[in-house]
């Protein structure tokens, strides 16, 4: 598959549950991002890799673990999560860079529902 | 950092309309401006962008304005149609680091009535 590829696509787990979130990048790209979408704020940025180096954080609850192997997988390791963390999640990828436009490449998201 | 505020959240108008979308960046180092469209149930893309050195830049019926000495930044979809109804985001960012994020706007609802 092409592109930026998320697994699972939609997830139900509880408050005591541990998770993982996948996203996968074909477009050889060297930066990685995990973004929270939901009503309150449309696309929270959450973490940042550049190169494997987690390069922001953007006060993420402890709760939310990234991990970025290389610089094609990114995962988000969810434990004892609240139920205000349900929502969107949205994983995307660019090729960072001075001569390069960042453009960010989405992938289609898992949805989270934490009961 | 940066801060970027958008207007309006919501916007309703006739198919052959056009709509316009207005963002404010608070980062005057910011030079990159790109435009985001998320249809319902899908991703966001990008569909436009420019740069600090770059007033205007348009892309058959979109187009895009920069006024950097105010820090603001404006979508413009002419001739609007029903596939043009989705949620869009403004966003900023310093190129010349090369490791700044995108910050975004809140995003705007646009609605093209048939």
């Known amino acids: 598959e092409t592109g930026v590829t998320q697994t699972p696509r939609h997830l139900v787990m509880g408050m005591t549950n541990k998770k993982s979130l996948k996203c996968e990048q074909h477009?050889?790209?060297?930066?990685m991002y995990w973004y929270k979408q939901s009503a309150k704020k449309p696309l929270e940025l959450m973490f940042v890799?550049?190169?494997?180096?987690?390069?922001e954080n953007n006060s993420v609850p402890s709760r939310f673990s990234p991990e970025c192997p290389n610089s094609s997988h990114l995962f988000l390791h969810l434990h004892t999560l609240q139920p205000e963390d349900s929502a969107l999640y949205l994983c995307?990828?660019?090729?960072?860079?001075?001569?390069?436009?960042?453009?960010?490449?989405f992938g289609p998201g898992t949805r989270l529902t934490v009961l | 950092g940066e801060n970027v505020e958008q207007h309006p959240s919501t916007l309703s108008v006739q198919e052959g309309d056009s709509a316009v979308i207005k963002c404010t960046y608070s980062?005057?180092?910011?030079?990159?401006f790109p435009w985001y469209k998320q249809e319902l149930g899908k991703r966001p893309q990008l569909i436009i962008d420019?740069?600090?050195?770059?007033g205007e830049k348009k892309d058959q019926r979109i187009a895009v304005t920069l006024n950097k000495t105010a820090k603001h930044f404006s979508l413009h979809i002419t001739e609007t149609q029903p596939e043009d109804s989705a949620v869009y985001f403004c966003?900023?960012?310093?190129?010349?680091?090369?490791?700044?994020?995108?910050?975004f706007g809140s995003g705007t609802r646009l609605q093209v009535q048939p």
């Open positions: 980062d005057s180092a910011s030079n990159y």
């Open positions: 995307a990828s660019s090729q960072r860079g001075l001569a390069v436009t960042n453009e960010q490449f």
């Open positions: 477009l050889g790209h060297n930066a």
């Open positions: 420019i740069r600090s050195n770059v």
């Open positions: 966003a900023a960012s310093r190129k010349d680091t090369g490791r700044r994020a995108l910050t």
């Open positions: 890799y550049n190169f494997k180096e987690q390069t």
